[in-house]
């Protein structure tokens, strides 16, 4: 069982920068995959990115393409999101996830979540 803790998320105005931290309990942490989704209120859940925890292979969502950069520290277990030049529709609350296996963009591949935190961007 892989537990996922989450922190950084909050208020910003747009333009503005957070960086999402993502902490995994499993000692095997480098064979996972790991990706962040985000739900906005009425939405549906939006693949954000996602990385290779071997290899360092690392994708984006179009919407996030050259904003946000997903990044990993094995030696801490933990993922990170990098968001800058952030929207008002960047709202959402964001969730890290993992899986074993490759990486994918579709969240019902991963078997492990986390409790997701808020992110507000003001306009």
């Known amino acids: 069982q892989v537990q996922l803790v989450e922190s950084g998320g909050g208020l910003v105005q747009a333009g503005g920068s957070l960086r999402l931290s993502c902490t995994a309990s499993?000692?095997?942490?480098?064979?996972?995959?790991m990706g962040w989704f985000r739900q906005a209120p009425g939405k549906e859940r939006e693949f954000v990115a996602a990385?290779?925890?071997?290899?360092?292979?690392?994708y984006y969502a179009d919407s996030v393409k050259d904003r946000f950069t997903i990044s990993r520290d094995i030696a801490k277990n933990t993922v990170y999101l990098q968001m800058n030049s952030l929207k008002p529709e960047d709202t959402a609350v964001y969730s890290c996830a993992a899986k074993a296996g490759w990486t994918t963009k579709n969240g019902r591949d991963y078997a492990y979540w986390g409790q997701g935190t808020q992110v507000t961007v003001s306009s």
């Open positions: 499993e000692r095997t942490f480098s064979s996972l995959a």
């Open positions: 990385i290779s925890l071997s290899a360092g292979n690392t």
